[in-house]
Antibody, heavy 116, light 111 residues
Framework: EVQLVESGGGLVQPGGSLRLSCAAS????????LNWVRQTPAKGLEWVAN????????YHVDSVKGRFTISRDNAKNSLFLQMNSLRVEDTAVYYC?????????WGQGTLVTVSS | DIVMTQTPLSSPVTLGQPASISCRSS???????????LSWLQQRPGQPPRLLIY???NRFSGVPDRFSGSGAGTDFTLKISRVEAEDVGVYYC????????FGQGTRLEIK
């Protein structure tokens, strides 16, 4: 069974940092593109970043470029999102999702709240 | 960015009746490889999104055959042939031909 389990969310002050993790199981991790997608009631679903199978290609949405970095560790079946210089508008539930052109499986999400 | 516009935003449906959701993209979703990377996702209350349909019309593993997708270019449709109680939730179209973007969601509710 494919499983994606996010962790690392929490409450952080504006300007702070968090590192999200996504632990994967049930499939050959190194065969797939992976994504971070976030969701807020106001803006809905927003793709944040994705990374190819060996980590050599990474793409980030403009609103997080220079602040967030996606990475992966294929030996540990883990996906990461390093989030720096956090803003109030980064408050969201963050999901990891498997797949490049079709996000076939999603984790349960982790809540990030940026507030003073 | 590709803007995905869904209609309607809310759809009250009687159990056993059909439902249809439209999604229009601001640009063609035909990729240079010839594929059209348009997906439909379902999000039940309190749950993460779940893939229903990929590449316009392909049902994902385990998705009931009452769900179907169609369309081409910039106009796409998700149809549910006979709505069941478990279909309540929010439905999103998503394109991944360009940097991924999502529709704003259509809330399906039972009358």
């Amino acid at each position: 069974e494919v499983q994606l389990v996010e962790s690392g969310g929490g409450l952080v002050q504006p300007g702070g940092s968090l590192r999200l993790s996504c632990a994967a199981s049930g499939f050959t991790f190194s065969d797939y593109w992976l994504n971070w997608v976030r969701q807020t009631p106001a803006k809905g679903l927003e793709w944040v970043a994705n990374i190819n199978q060996d980590g050599s290609e990474k793409y980030h949405v403009d609103s997080v470029k220079g602040r967030f970095t996606i990475s992966r560790d294929n030996a540990k079946n883990s996906l990461f999102l390093q989030m720096n210089s956090l803003r109030v508008e980064d408050t969201a539930v963050y999901y990891c999702a498997r797949g490049g052109t079709s996000s076939t499986y999603w984790g349960q999400g982790t809540l990030v709240t940026v507030s003073s | 960015d590709i803007v995905m516009t869904q209609t309607p935003l809310s759809s009250p449906v009687t159990l056993g009746q059909p439902a249809s959701i439209s999604c229009r993209s601001s640009q063609s979703l035909v990729h240079s490889d010839g594929n059209t990377y348009l997906s439909w996702l379902q999000q039940r209350p309190g749950q993460p999104p779940r893939l229903l349909i990929y590449k316009i019309s392909n049902r994902f593993s385990g998705v009931p055959d009452r769900f179907s997708g169609s369309g081409a270019g910039t106009d796409f449709t998700l149809k549910i042939s006979r709505v069941e109680a478990e279909d309540v939730g929010v439905y999103y179209c998503m394109q991944a031909t360009h940097f991924p973007t999502f529709g704003q969601g259509t809330r399906l509710e039972i009358k």
